[in-house]
């Protein structure tokens, strides 16, 4: 049975020169080569292998886990789904846009890119659209970001909306 797929993705990449600051009381910053089993599910855990595979497949370090990044793909997957809208920026959410994710979970960044898809059926066919496009292409063997947050979020509709964050902290510059 030959299914058919939807493949709707896109990409931007931040540049911020600098102005932030961690807040006072930030929670303390969970830095790991791979996310802890509580923090991923099998897509979620699945599209960390195989984005670090790629990295590695390139002569890059693999991705570590920021559990600051992932909590803004969860938001940013959870409002695609919401609002059934697959973008970057979502107005009338309560966080609509990248750098206002960022503030939120305290995150102070030098750079800051994100990936988002929808309707793909699995990690390996998002990895696959992902490495496809150019500008996710650039993100995900973009060798000035060095940690990621990952969410898989399925709408009302049935649809499954993805989201990767890739970060470098400011003080990491």
Not at 20 to 45: K, L
Not at 69 to 76: G, H, N, P, T, V
Request: hydrophobic fraction near 40%; proline fraction near 6%.
């Amino acid at each position: 049975m030959r299914v058919s797929k939807l493949f709707i993705a896109t990409a931007v990449t931040l540049l911020v020169g600098g102005g932030c600051v961690v807040p006072v009381g930030a929670p303390p910053i969970a830095r790991s080569t791979a996310p802890n089993s509580r923090a991923y599910g099998a897509a979620e855990a699945r599209i960390f292998d195989l984005i670090n595979a790629e990295r590695r497949h390139s002569g890059l370090p693999p991705l570590i886990y920021n559990e600051q990044l992932d909590r803004m793909a969860k938001i940013q997957a959870e409002n695609m789904a919401r609002f059934q809208k697959m973008a970057h920026t979502i107005p009338g959410a309560q966080l609509p846009t990248l750098g206002d994710r960022a503030r939120y979970v305290g995150y102070p960044y030098g750079r800051l890119a994100e990936n988002v898809a929808l309707g793909y059926p699995n990690a390996e066919t998002v990895v696959e659209g992902w490495m496809n496009s150019t500008g996710h292409r650039r993100n995900i063997l973009d060798g000035s970001v060095v940690e990621t947050g990952i969410a898989v979020a399925r709408s009302s509709a049935g649809g499954l909306y993805y989201c990767q964050v890739f970060g470098r902290r400011l003080s990491s510059l």
